[in-house]
């Protein structure tokens, strides 16, 4: 389980490590805005994200009501 969450962990810094990059390069480019592209790709990147949280927080909580049980 800890190897989820830390998969989890890596995965959604390398997406901000991503993001702070495209946004340090639009600055550079003194480029206003953020193109469509862009927003799809960010928007989709945060649902994947969400998505692999909501399957691990499903996967512990199950885990452990059968402990429970």
């Keep these: 389980m800890d190897d989820l969450f ?12 991503q993001l702070r990059t495209a946004v340090r390069s639009r600055r550079a ?16 990147g945060l649902m994947t994200v969400a998505g692999l949280l909501v ?7 199950t885990n452990r009501t059968n402990k429970i049980k």
């Excluded at 830390?6 to 901000?16: G, I, K, N, P, Y």
């Design 55 to 61: 399957a691990a927080l499903t996967v512990a909580v």
């Design 6 to 17: 830390t998969s989890l962990f890596l995965l959604l810094r390398a997406h901000a490590t």
């Design 29 to 44: 480019a003194d480029d206003a805005g953020v193109s469509t592209l862009e927003m799809v790709i960010i928007a989709l």
